[in-house]
């Protein structure tokens, strides 16, 4: 593992204008760049492990930055995001604030995990994938415990009738 997985990662959110902002016309001066590693003011420019402009979804600031934090986490390893910004730059919304942005999902009659909307933040998505694996997990050790059964039921049936 090279030093650049150890080290602390910083990404920027570039926020969409809100209502009050575009009712008077207020101008945006920040944006990034094609790579997503640079964000751009007008006289300064600044390099990030991640600089997100104002159209990229929810699922995306997953994905990038947070999804590969998870398999350490699967490993057993400690793993923290922080939002920080000022009042009102989207922290809330980047980490996951909508009161339905998961439900069961019990369609077929039995809960199959959870559905996450695709407006939901980091938190949603993180909870959605522990419960994803585990399910994956769960499922696996079923299928391997079924083998073992049957493996045992067929040395069974090949020793009858012998003497031991």
């Given at each position: 593992m090279d030093s650049t997985q150890h080290r602390v990662k910083v990404g920027v959110r570039i926020r969409r204008s809100n209502n009050l902002e575009e009712k008077l016309g207020s101008k945006v001066?920040?944006?990034s760049d094609f790579e997503g590693k640079r964000c751009?003011?007008?006289?300064r420019t600044f390099d990030y492990d991640w600089c997100f402009d104002r159209n990229v979804g929810q699922r995306a600031v997953y994905d990038s930055m947070c999804k590969?934090?998870?398999e350490h986490?699967?490993?057993?390893?400690?793993?923290?995001?922080?939002?920080?910004?000022q009042t009102g730059s989207g922290k809330t919304y980047s980490m996951g604030n909508e009161?339905?942005?998961?439900?069961s999902n019990t369609s077929s009659g039995g809960s199959d995990g959870i559905q996450v909307l695709p407006s939901?933040?980091?938190i949603p998505f993180a909870v959605e994938e522990i419960f994803a694996r585990k399910i994956a997990l769960e499922n696996h050790v079923r299928k391997e415990e079924k083998k073992?059964?049957?493996?045992n039921v067929e040395g069974v049936?090949?020793?009858e009738g012998e003497d031991l």
């Open positions: 001066v920040v944006s751009h003011l007008p006289q590969p934090l998870m986490v699967f490993n057993g390893f400690n793993a923290t995001v922080l939002a920080y910004g009161v339905n942005s998961i439900s939901s933040g980091i073992s059964d049957e493996g049936r090949e020793g």
